[in-house]
């Protein structure tokens, strides 16, 4: 059973910094891209930030760039988000994603955890 588990979410004030870090098992993690995204209510899910499965190539929205850095661990079959800079419009539900596309395109989501940006 596909597990990824989200921690590090919180309550922080603008200018601060947090970091989300994503625990996946029950799968070849170094075979997987890895990816953060984030939902608030009434928006569609939108992707944050994404790094392939060696780690090699990472993505980022426009409006993380500079501020936010995804890394993975892959001995330790983990992803982290650091958040820098963190602005009131980043708040958001943060949600982990698993992606491994060969044939068909497999995707895990964890559940997510809550950043709220406030002062």
């Known amino acids: 059973q596909v ?3 989200e921690s590090g979410g919180g309550l922080v ?5 947090l ?3 994503c625990a996946a098992s029950g799968l070849t ?7 953060w995204y984030r939902q608030v209510p009434g928006k569609e899910r939108e992707l944050v930030a994404g790094v392939s499965s060696a780690g090699g ?3 980022y ?8 850095t995804i890394s993975r661990d892959n001995a330790k079959n983990t992803v982290t988000l650091q958040m820098n800079s963190l602005k009131p419009e980043d708040t ?6 698993a992606q491994f596309a060969v044939v068909n395109v497999v995707n895990y989501w964890g559940k997510g955890t809550l ?5």
Request: charged share 10%; hydrophobic share 30%; with cysteine.
């Open 61 to 68: 929205a426009d409006s993380v760039k500079g501020r936010f």
């Open 19 to 21: 970091r989300l870090s």
């Open 29 to 35: 993690f170094s075979r997987y891209a890895m990816s």
């Open 92 to 97: 958001a539900v943060y949600y982990c994603n």
């Open 13 to 17: 004030q603008p200018g601060g910094s």
């Open 57 to 59: 190539s990472t993505n």
């Open 3 to 5: 597990q990824l588990v």
């Open 115 to 119: 950043v709220t940006v406030s002062s």
